[in-house]
């Protein structure tokens, strides 16, 4: 009885996924902007992707939808068609970060995005929880 326990605490550790740390403290990027005409240009848009470990086209639909405005992509730069203020894209990256890179358990930044059917996951790489998310239209 002892050793069929013993075995099965064993397995339960081997699924765990392995512990990934994360360097130094998790810092969400400042978002450089600058005005060209009535366009706000996000500069380093494909930098803050690439910190978050996000797709660009996941992030730049959440920022539309929660700034109302359209967007597009072009080369490391995201171009929204109005003008908005850096402080208020800084806020929106900061729900962004909230809802879909912060582990809802461990509050740690390790996480990615599954899909299973129709949900959307956020799964985390450091403590294996899951939580559903909004998902974006």
Known sequence: MIMDYEHMLNE???KLPKQKTCEGRFEIPI?????????TIVKNFQT???ALRREPKHLL???TKELATPASID???AMFQTKISQK?????LES???EYIICRECKRPDTKLEREGRIEFLKCEACGARSSVKQLK
Do not use: C, D, S
């Not at 978002?31 to 366009?39: A, D, K, R």
């Not at 208020?88 to 929106?92: E, P, S, Y």
């Open 61 to 63: 639909k959440f920022l």
């Open 48 to 50: 803050i992707a690439q």
């Open 75 to 77: 080369g490391g730069r």
């Open 12 to 14: 339960a550790y081997e």
């Open 96 to 98: 962004y970060v909230k």
């Open 31 to 39: 978002v450089e902007t600058m005005l060209q005409g009535n366009q």
């Open 88 to 92: 208020m894209i800084q806020t929106k």
